[in-house]
């Protein structure tokens, strides 16, 4: 603890009223700069968008339309796609062949 308190400084903290002790240690851990806590300062973590290539749907014979909804969704989920004008705008942008045209 001398290491890190200094010579004195245990002994004239055990000294010391139980008051004194806690504005001791507050005062000890508040920041020197006086900036606000800055664990207190951090904003969650906000997760990112990842983009995902999805295959266009082209309404081929052997071609699985549930699959690729399937697969649609996973990507504007990853890709943080909430509202659902951009869902549909997504999901058009993947079409392709016949499908598109229809």
């Known amino acids: ?3 890190i308190f200094g010579g004195d400084a245990p002994r004239s903290l055990a000294a010391a009223t139980p008051a004194e002790q806690v504005e001791r240690t ?3 851990y508040r920041p020197r700069t006086g900036a606000a806590d800055p664990v ?3 904003k969650p973590a906000q997760p990112k968008p ?3 290539k999805v295959n266009p749907y082209e309404g ?3 071609e699985n339309l549930h699959f690729w909804v399937k697969e649609v969704e996973l990507a504007m989920d990853a890709a943080l796609i909430s ?3 951009l869902r549909v705008a997504f999901a058009l942008s993947n079409l392709g062949g016949r499908a598109k045209t229809w």
């Open 1 to 3: 603890m001398v290491g």
């Open 26 to 28: 507050e005062r000890a």
């Open 40 to 42: 207190a300062e951090r």
């Open 50 to 52: 990842l983009r995902l």
């Open 60 to 62: 081929k014979e052997g």
């Open 83 to 85: 509202t659902e004008q």
